[in-house]
């Protein structure tokens, strides 16, 4: 009786006691919260009022993560203001609630909401791209921000955020960029910990999901392999290579360039290459690129090496994803210069003259304009070459140089670093708009695929389906990689119905019909 009398009093007080809490949780009387927790459980629907709340009230907390977005911020200060909300209020789910599964649902939803949530004038949340750019940051070499020792810490923290992204495909896209981006140019801390970072994400999402990443890494691995074999082939055969020389072998299918306008710039194929340039690679029309002398070579050699070793494989060199060292010896002192392949190939003509015209650069290099132009560009704007022209300059080389102009070696070069890396652009700021603009339109593209790919294999499976049904469906199927959008899959059916995978049926116009 008493247990009643207690139950009867609490349930006639509930509203005051629930607008008491939400003080508490301002104020954060985690005390207080914790007797309360104990007090309202006892009621039926006690909880879920009180997770609501909690859940409201963890989504107003995290708005400024939001308002960070909005004005620009970094990731680095994006992630931290999230992980400051997760951690708060984590930490009292698990202490002062008792690890209540209905608080920790709230939490998720709250940070699920506040991560997916899109910025002004954004079709697409921004936190796929945030989080993985801070990745890069946390894997990148030379990160003197974060210790060693803390790295993984760092990762586990990354990877607790990533579970509140819908957009997982999204997510994917950019990270498997970046991920190509510090192999091939050897910016990764180390791969052990690209491999710790990719099983977190396989933890999250699944082995299907992070198998493009790991076979990336796998192609890495081969390719040091079968840099020290072809070395040891090379030594063996007596041939003196002017030049070092490393290959990755890379698979197209796993690699975020296999279906880019990037490869569409690529070299000419192996069996094409000699010092005077070649055709294209096949699939379309591409720039001649004419490959130093002692690179050609080396070219030559690797490619008749890897035809043996791998009979009916065909080599499709990129060499605009290619680069060098450089060593500067007409400066006062010696410098070491990471160059991009177009780079070398323009700075190393100047071993034959000192002052070159932009007419024998572009008959020696065979770039088109438009490269030629944006790679003389970065050489210019680093003081490496001095340009001169009889007509006035263009105010943005990138737009276009003057064919009349002519370029020198700066002999005053001065830079406080030894060894540097030269940027292979102007225009840093405009490229990555572009990518992310280009990353979105492709997945775009992909989801589209994908979403008819669902919706012919419901209609088949069931042969008639109604118009929910089937968003319904698509909708289930699909959310673990992303959230569809309802007018996407509704465009989706039109295609189909275009194409006559399915019709509408003619007696019930909400009913869908499959045609085998």
Not at 407 to 423: E, I
Request: net charge neutral; hydrophobic share 35%; glycine share 4%.
């Amino acid at each position: 009786k008493q247990w009643y009398q207690r139950r009867v009093a609490i349930t006639a007080g509930q509203e005051s006691l629930l607008d008491e809490y939400k003080s508490m949780l301002k104020n954060e009387c985690v005390e207080d919260l914790s007797r309360l927790y104990i007090l309202i459980k006892r009621l039926t629907h006690g909880l879920k009022k009180m997770s609501e709340i909690f859940h409201d009230h963890v989504y107003d907390n995290g708005k400024e993560t939001i308002e960070l977005m909005n004005k620009g911020c970094t990731p680095q200060e994006y992630v931290n203001s999230l992980l400051v909300v997760v951690k708060r209020f984590s930490g009292i789910v698990q202490v002062h609630l008792k690890n209540d599964e209905a608080f920790t649902a709230a939490l998720n939803r709250a940070m699920e909401k506040l991560v997916n949530t899109t910025t002004e004038s954004k079709k697409y949340p921004k936190s796929s791209e945030l989080l993985v750019r801070h990745a890069d940051h946390i894997l990148k070499k030379g990160n003197k921000t974060i210790p060693p020792s803390e790295i993984e810490d760092h990762l586990h923290n990354f990877i607790d955020l990533f579970k509140y992204v819908e957009d997982k495909d999204l997510f994917q896209r950019f990270y498997s960029k970046k991920l190509a981006h510090r192999l091939i140019n050897n910016l990764s801390i180390s791969i052990e910990t690209e491999e710790l970072a990719i099983n977190g994400l396989k933890d999250r999402c699944g082995y299907e999901y992070t198998s493009p990443l790991q076979r990336m890494i796998i192609d890495m691995k081969v390719s040091e392999d079968l840099t020290r074999e072809f070395e040891e082939t090379v030594r063996e055969s007596g041939t003196k290579l002017n030049v070092s020389f490393s290959v990755n072998v890379l698979q197209s299918g796993a690699w975020p360039y296999a279906t880019s306008p990037e490869l569409s710039n690529t070299a000419p194929r192996p069996s094409d290459v000699s010092g005077e340039g070649g055709s294209g690679s096949s699939g379309g029309s591409t720039p001649e690129f004419t490959i130093p002398a002692d690179l050609c070579v080396c070219v030559k050699l690797f490619t008749d090496f890897y035809g043996k070793k791998h009979t009916g494989r065909r080599l499709k060199f990129a060499f605009n994803l290619s680069h060098g060292t450089v060593t500067m010896n007409f400066t006062s002192r010696p410098y070491h210069v990471v160059m991009s392949a177009y780079q070398v190939a323009i700075v190393v003509l100047f071993n034959t003259s000192p002052t070159l015209s932009y007419t024998a650069i572009a008959r020696d290099v065979g770039l088109d304009k438009s490269e030629l132009d944006k790679t003389l560009a970065t050489l210019v704007g680093s003081k490496i070459l001095l340009v001169s022209s009889a007509s006035e300059p263009a105010t943005d080389m990138e737009e276009g140089a003057n064919e009349t102009d002519t370029y020198t070696v700066n002999t005053a070069y001065v830079n406080k670093k030894s060894k540097f890396k030269l940027p292979v652009t102007t225009h840093r700021g405009d490229n990555e708009v572009k990518e992310v603009e280009s990353t979105h339109h492709s997945v775009d593209e992909d989801r589209q695929l994908y979403i008819q790919a669902v919706i012919v294999r419901s209609m088949k499976s069931r042969g008639v389906l109604q118009h929910n049904e089937l968003i319904s469906s698509v909708i289930s199927q699909s959310k673990e990689r992303f959230t569809p959008n309802i007018a996407m899959i509704k465009k989706c059916i039109e295609v189909l119905i275009d194409k006559q995978y399915i019709e509408r049926d003619r007696q019930r116009k909400d009913n869908y019909i499959y045609l085998a």
